[in-house]
């Protein structure tokens, strides 16, 4: 929430929490982990859909937050 309050429009703001909850739910759906064997193995194709959906989401946040390096 705390990086969140950075972003100013509130539907913004909403939708990348909603992606946030997404992309938890999709690790914990699938193995991303490689210590987690007792769930589904995330598919070797999905690799860069799942990373995209991460790194966008950070990229988002840092560069919100006046984190984000040039």
Do not use: Q
Request: proline share 3%; net charge negative; hydrophobic share 45%.
């Amino acid at each position: 929430e705390a990086l969140l309050a950075h972003i100013e429009s509130v539907p913004l703001r909403d939708a990348v929490r909603a992606d946030m909850i997404a992309v938890t739910e999709l690790g914990n759906t699938f193995r991303v982990r490689h210590h987690e064997t007792h769930i589904a193995e995330l598919p070797e194709d999905a690799y860069d859909y799942f990373t995209g959906r991460v790194v966008t989401l950070l990229h988002i946040l840092l560069d919100e937050s006046g984190r984000l390096a040039d």
